[in-house]
């Protein structure tokens, strides 16, 4: 009976090598990880303020919905007075259908966007909170240390390690042999035990060193180049989301003084229809110029919240 064991010895210089790339395929997996949980960080960042959009429309198409419905109600008592004709009846009549339509619209939204939630998170939808995340610096820059960078920079680590490493094991390493025998030359004899140590040294150089330092380097290039042009990629994308919140701040002051001035002048239009001083399609128009404004505005704010989140996104930021 004969067991050889062999084990592999290192080679000068493979130990540390080996050591420091097997931390770096550690790091990069840390960082694989972070980069997972913001892309997944982005998707509920979406889905958020998409139901938050959706909930709000909702809400302002029932209110016009109640909006309308006390109007028609006001043209019926008056049509039964004699005070507007039966025309007028017809319209008031089409506006409560037409805002009736607009919440049918507004829940068929909301369900989707709810179902998309839920299917993201596993959670019940939110309500409609809208709580905007606090907004970057007001000159935000991009550094090492965003996710999607930090992901490259340790793959490129790892490819660099693994290089190093290559350089190295020129050819195949020594082995360690600890032989043990045991044997007689018949069944009378007793056996005989030999213990056998020894080290085996390979001749020549590897037939793969030169295939694994090809693709070591190669892969530190691809790496060093996709860094660079997701640097590139990263911080413009930062640029145009800042871009963003400055527009959407500009649209949501222009928004808001819009819905001022349109709820003053419902306010003028209705009491003067109550008079008899303005006709019902007037009335109607002020009617629908001041819910639209109202609408806008209240989308602007939403939507200047979800620009913050989309620019705490760009940055590499996790939602607080």
Do not use: C
Request: glycine share 8%.
């Amino acid at each position: 009976y004969e067991a050889p064991p062999a084990a592999p010895l290192w080679l000068p210089g493979d130990g540390p090598r080996s050591r420091a790339a097997t931390q770096a395929e550690g790091a990069a997996l840390e960082a694989r990880l972070v980069a997972s949980r913001w892309r997944i960080a982005g998707e509920v960042r979406d889905a958020y303020w998409s139901l938050q959009l959706a909930q709000l429309d909702r809400e302002l198409a029932q209110q016009r919905l109640t909006g309308a419905q006390q109007l028609a109600g006001d043209v019926t008592r008056r049509v039964r007075a004699g005070d507007l004709a039966r025309s007028d009846q017809h319209q008031a009549d089409g506006a409560v259908a037409a805002a009736g339509g607009a919440v049918a619209v507004a829940q068929v939204a909301v369900a989707r966007a709810a179902q998309r939630w839920t299917a993201l998170t596993g959670s019940a939808p939110p309500a409609m909170e809208a709580q905007p995340e606090s907004a970057p610096s007001a000159s935000p820059a991009v550094d090492a240390g965003h996710p999607a960078l930090g992901e490259l920079i340790a793959k490129s680590e790892v490819a660099r390690q693994v290089r190093s490493l290559a350089d190295v094991q020129r050819r195949a390493n020594p082995e360690l042999v600890v032989g043990a025998t045991r044997e007689r030359g018949s069944f009378d004899e007793r056996y005989g035990q030999t213990l056998t140590l020894g080290v085996r040294i390979p001749l020549g150089r590897s037939s793969t060193h030169r295939p694994k330092v090809a693709m070591a380097a190669a892969d530190q290039v691809v790496g060093e180049v996709q860094l660079a042009l997701e640097q590139d990629r990263v911080r413009a994308e930062a640029r145009a989301a800042a871009g963003r919140v400055d527009a959407a701040r500009e649209v949501l002051a222009a928004a808001e003084r819009r819905a001022e001035l349109a709820v003053e002048s419902r306010g003028f239009f209705d009491k003067s229809f109550r008079l008899g001083e303005t006709d019902l399609p007037t009335r109607l128009r002020a009617e629908f110029e001041a819910v639209e404004a109202e609408r806008e505005s209240a989308r602007s704010r939403i939507e200047l919240a979800a620009a913050i989140s989309q620019l705490r996104q760009a940055l590499g930021l996790l939602p607080e």
